[in-house]
C-alpha cells in the first residue's frame, strides 16, 4: 500500500514539472505589444500606366498701374483777404470737386499722374453771382528710382481757372452792384511748369522734389487783362504781351497722410524761385484736413496761402470749411 502511494507522489511531481516547464516556454511565446504577428502579403507588381492630367492654362497678367478718383459737392463757408488777386467774396456756397491719380510702377520706372479740379459758386440776396473757388491743377511725373528713396525726375505741370474773376462796385444812381474790372480768366493767368532734379520720397505719404532745371511758362491770352494802361503789368508779363517765360529753381513737397482712422491731411507747397532774381521766390502752399464721418459724408477744412510779388506784395491767403458728399474709388 505504501509503495502505491510513493508511486503516485512520484508521478504527480512529474506532470506538475512538465506542466512549469510547458508554462515557461509559453511565457517565451508571447507576442510583445509592438510586434505585428500577422505578416500582410505584398500586392504584386504590375505595369504602371502614365496618366496625364491636363493642367488649365492660367491667362495671368500682372497689373502695374493704380488708380484713385474722388468727386463731390460741398457746402462751403469761405473768407479770402481783400487783396486776393482772383477774385471772391465772405460766402456760403455750394462747390463741385473733381480729383484723380493714376501711377504707374515698374522695376524702377514710375509714371504719376493727378489733376485737381474744384470750382464753387454763390449768389448772395441783392448781389450778382460770384465764385469762391477755382482750380484747374494738372501734374506729370515721369521719374527713375536711384535708390530706395532717391530718383532722377522729370515734371509738367499745368495751372489754371474755369471761370473769369471780377471786382465789383455799386452803381450811383440805382446803387446796384456791377461788375467794374476783369481780374482773371482761363489761361489769364495760365502757367505750365517743366521740371528736372532729385526726388526724395522716403514713404507712400510724403515726397520732395530739387528743381534744379525748372522753366515755368506764363499766359495771358485774355486782352481785357494784359492791355490795363494804369498798370505796368499783370501777373508778371510785360503791358501789351501774353507770354513770359522763367528759369528757376523749384522746390515741391507733397504730403498725403492720414493722422487718424478717419482723419486725412493732404497738402502742397511749392516754392519757384527765378534764377535773375532768387532773393524774391514765389510761395504756394495748398493744405486739406478732411475728416470722414461716413462713407460718403465728410467735413473738410481748407486753406491756401500765396506769396508773389508780381501779383501782390502782400501775402494772399484763402480758407474754407465745407460740409459735403464725397464718392471715392475704389470703394
Known sequence: MLKKINLLLVVSFLLIGQVSIAQVDLKGLRAKPDTNIVEKPQAPVTNLQQLLVP?????????????????GINMNQASFSENWTTGGVNSIAVGLLGWHKSEYNKDNFQYV??????YGKIRNKDQLAKKNNDRIFWDNKIAHKLSNSWAIYFSVTFESQFDAGYKYGKE????????TDTTSRFMAPGYFTESFGL??????TFSLRFGTGTARQTLVLDERINQKENEKDRFGVDLGQKFKNDLAFQLTANLDRNLAKNLNLKARYNLFAD?????DPDHRL???????????????????MVYNSDEDVKVQYSQALALGLTYTLPR
Open 286 to 304: 495748398d493744405a486739406t484736413l478732411t475728416a470722414k464721418v461716413t462713407n460718403l459724408v465728410n467735413v473738410s477744412l481748407s486753406g491756401i
Open 275 to 279: 534764377y535773375k532774381d532768387l532773393s
Open 172 to 179: 450811383q444812381v440805382t446803387n446796384d452792384e456791377i461788375i
Open 55 to 71: 493642367i488649365p492654362q492660367l491667362d495671368l497678367e500682372v497689373n502695374y498701374w493704380k488708380h484713385w478718383t474722388k468727386f
Open 113 to 118: 499722374t493727378e489733376i485737381d479740379l474744384r
Open 199 to 204: 526726388e526724395y520720397k522716403p514713404d507712400n
